[in-house]
């Protein structure tokens, strides 16, 4: 009889390897298409579900069938917060969580333009990029919203 577990001191989790699961790759996490900024996500095939950045692993099912799925360039800003001290980085700068159309919820670098609407919640934001950085930009409400 073959000694298994406790009685060989292998723990039950010593055979388990972690998945693979974010594209970590050299390419960047958006695109510009058409003029606009789009972030480079993934969707399942078999449940639809939607993640940022790209995955091969669904995070509903642990299916690895995910494909390429381009989102963007517009947004709502759900929560946002300014940093006003930090030891790595120029201060004030703000960061917020934007809810986009298909339903991926993304942590994202906020930048007010000088001219434009004041960074606020349920504020539609939009898509930029600046060289490699992508952000988001409070843009103004249309009449009636």
Aim: glycine share 8%; hydrophobic share 35%.
């Amino acid at each position: 009889m073959e000694k298994t577990g406790a009685a060989t001191g292998a723990r039950p989790g010593d055979a388990v390897q972690p998945v693979a699961d974010l594209k970590a790759d050299e390419a960047p996490s958006f695109v510009m298409q058409d003029g606009e900024v789009l972030l480079r996500g993934s969707r399942s095939r078999s449940s639809g579900s939607m993640a940022f950045p790209q995955r091969y692993v669904c995070l509903e099912t642990g299916a690895r069938d995910m494909e390429p799925f381009l989102f963007g360039p517009e947004g709502v800003l759900y929560s946002f917060a300014t940093i006003h001290v930090s030891s790595t980085r120029e201060v004030p700068y703000t960061l917020g969580y934007v809810d986009f159309p298909n339903g991926v919820r993304v942590l994202a670098h906020v930048r007010q333009e000088p001219d434009g609407p004041p960074v606020a919640c349920d504020q539609p934001v939009k898509l930029c990029a600046e060289d490699a950085h992508w952000y988001v930009t409070p843009v103004k409400r249309q009449a009636g919203e």
